[in-house]
């Protein structure tokens, strides 16, 4: 499937991390290919397949704030060291080759190129929870990318994008369906050792998911990454890290490298501290702890019938990682600040844990995420405003509807996770999904109310049954089959919406 389903299904304890937020995070991940994987579940955007370069004083790669993990891909291209392929003998085809292409004598400077191949084909019956004809998607994706080390402490990397999309009822596609060419990422980097840490800089169009999938990921389902524009500086120790950042989002274009641009209406700025907690804290565990404060500042901004300045601060922590056969990974986040005159009250907590039933890595996975949201103050344009911001987070951590978001939202989803023969991974999950307060409306993953849901009574939105089977044919090749089923209730029935089905297959192919 697509990187973000690797996430979710991770082989070993220690990746799961990043499968706990996907498969884990949601089991509703269902995924666990190794070449690529599309968010299945929860967190897939976090994990990611391949370990970025290793931190100069030890800062494990896989907490460091890129979501990396041992292997060799990465849903961010340009979190993957591949300086082992200096050695032949560890290249096991032609296009090894292209990982590690020497420009000195000495290989200090080297290039190294990847790409990648999606195509998939989605159906959804009752598009927007409507009672139409169903939408077809027919989506394509090619990534091209090239990173360029000038010596240990120099960088620069640069990828190229392009999304094709074909179909029925496709109505007017975003710019990250159907584009002809983008400059996906391009930045430089400036790292080096002070005083026996790690430090860096990074400055230019990038993707950054330092921080829960929910709330930030680089968004593999769609055909083009999620992508900012800004700087990004780092100080990694043993034990502990942080890194600061400033972001603009960026506006993709449909037509070509010119005409994509910085969304100077939309500013992300703040700080993510790393803390490894020692291992023998909760018995034989490997956890990372890291607290967070940002600050979202949006010129125009909508709630309700309200369109107004909002500046936003998240004030959260977020422990992640595994104890013995269990892998949890729990945020809890404050977010305050004001909507134009009024001022912003509003909570989210995301709990999903999963439990490995024996000592295999390969054995059966059980587990249950529960995610809550505060909601209220949108729809009635009244007192402090409860209703949280989702950021760019990874929505089809509930549904690849996108019909489900953290805001006024109690979700429930016990999950399990199989491997019935080798290098084929199968999820299944089932969501009961209420809203807290039934006097705000039912969100999608866009932010914006399902019309009509604020006006109705019933705290039950819906149930969700999702079930996803990844086949990694091999290390660069990975299938991918996923099927939906969305049952309406009260909260959304009673404003005249539809059960919905969703059915998917994509091929991806990574070098």
């Known amino acids: 499937m697509s990187n973000e389903i690797n996430r979710a299904l991770r082989p070993s304890g220690w990746v799961r991390r990043i499968a706990s937020r996907s498969m884990l ?3 509703a991940m269902l995924v666990a290919g190794t070449a690529s994987a599309d968010p ?10 391949s370990p970025a370069t290793p931190s100069a004083v030890g800062y494990p790669a ?3 704030g890129e979501g990396t993990v041992p292997g060799k891909y990465n849903v961010s291209r340009w979190a993957e060291d591949w300086r082992g392929m200096r050695d ?6 032609p296009l090894d080759r292209l990982k590690f292409l020497p420009l000195t004598e000495s290989g200090d400077v080297y290039l190294t190129l990847s790409g990648e191949f999606r195509y998939r084909v989605q159906e959804t019956t009752n598009p927007d929870l409507r009672d139409r004809e169903a939408q077809r998607q027919d989506r394509t994706r090619i990534f091209a990318g090239a990173d360029l080390h000038l010596g240990d402490h120099v960088r620069v990397y640069g990828e190229l994008a392009h999304a094709g999309l074909q179909g029925i009822n496709l109505g007017n596609p975003n710019a990250n369906l159907r584009n002809k060419l983008t400059l996906q990422q391009g930045f430089g980097e400036v790292k080096g050792t002070i005083g026996g840490a790690e430090v860096g800089v990074r400055g230019g169009r990038q993707e950054f998911s330092d921080g829960p999938n929910l709330l930030l990921a680089v968004r593999d389902d769609p055909t083009l990454h999620f992508v900012l524009d800004g700087v990004r500086g780092y100080v990694r120790g043993k034990r502990v890290r942080v890194d600061l950042f400033d972001f603009n989002f960026v506006n993709y274009g449909k037509q070509g490298l010119g ?19 020692p291992n023998d804290v909760l018995g034989k565990s490997k956890l990372f702890f890291d607290p967070f404060v940002w600050r979202l500042r949006t010129d125009r901004a909508t709630w309700g019938r309200t369109t107004a300045r909002e500046e936003r601060m998240f004030y959260g922590l977020h422990l992640y990682g595994d104890i013995d056969r269990t892998t949890i990974d729990w945020t809890v986040n404050y977010q305050d600040g004001s909507f134009g005159n009024r001022s912003i009250s509003a909570w989210q907590a995301f ?8 000592a295999n890595p390969n054995a059966p996975r059980v587990g249950v995420h529960v995610d809550y949201a505060s909601g209220g103050g949108a729809a009635d344009g009244q007192g402090d405003l409860r209703t949280p911001s989702g950021l760019y987070g990874n929505n089809i951590y509930y549904s690849y509807q996108l019909f ?7 979700a429930i989803s016990p999950n399990i996770t199989v491997q019935p023969v080798k290098n084929l991974r199968v999820t299944a999950e089932y969501t009961m999904a209420y809203r807290p307060n039934e006097d705000e409306a039912v969100y999608r993953a866009s932010g914006a109310a399902f019309a009509g849901t604020q006006n109705v009574a019933g705290k039950h939105i819906a149930d969700l049954i999702r079930a996803q089977a990844v086949w990694s044919v091999t290390p660069r090749i990975s299938l991918t089959g996923r099927y939906e089923h969305m049952m309406v209730k009260d909260a959304l029935s009673r404003a005249g919406y539809r059960d919905s089905d969703f059915l998917a297959g994509w091929i991806s192919f990574r070098f």
């Open 25 to 27: 995070l949601g089991g």
């Open 40 to 49: 299945v579940g929860p967190q897939m955007t976090g994990a990611k397949e």
């Open 62 to 64: 896989i907490g460091n």
């Open 88 to 93: 032949p003998a560890k290249r096991d085809d």
């Open 259 to 277: 005409d994509d641009r910085t969304d100077h209406a939309r500013r992300f700025s703040g700080a993510t501290f790393g803390y490894v907690v």
């Open 351 to 358: 709990l999903a844990q999963t439990w490995r039933i024996a």
């Open 404 to 410: 489900l978001t953290p805001t006024n939202l109690l």
